[in-house]
């Protein structure tokens, strides 16, 4: 499994941070994992889940984290996360 993080600040992607993941762990442990692993790479706390969130991923395999996910004050508009390869 691949995911694609990028940051993006207004329309513009300012930084980008792929995870691989091929171990034999279940899809939703991988991608909490990736999620952990790319917020420590981009230095970022991590973003909290929201029902909106979920419901995109779920449909889509992709979501936008943006300021009302994160607890600290964030310097883009949004942390995209897009499951590229399964």
């Not at 990736?34 to 909106?52: F, G, K, T, V």
């Not at 779920?58 to 004050?73: E, W």
């Amino acid at each position: 499994m691949r995911i694609w993080f990028k940051e993006w600040k207004e329309n513009h992607m300012l930084r980008d941070y792929v995870v691989c993941d091929d171990g034999e762990d279940t899809r939703t442990h991988k991608i909490f994992r990736a999620l952990e692993q790319a917020c420590y790479e981009l230095d970022l706390s991590r973003p909290i889940w929201l029902d909106a969130n979920i419901s995109e991923f779920q449909r889509h395999a992709k979501t936008r984290f943006g300021s009302d996910n994160f607890v600290d004050a964030i310097a883009f508009d949004y942390l995209e996360m897009h499951v590229i390869e399964e």
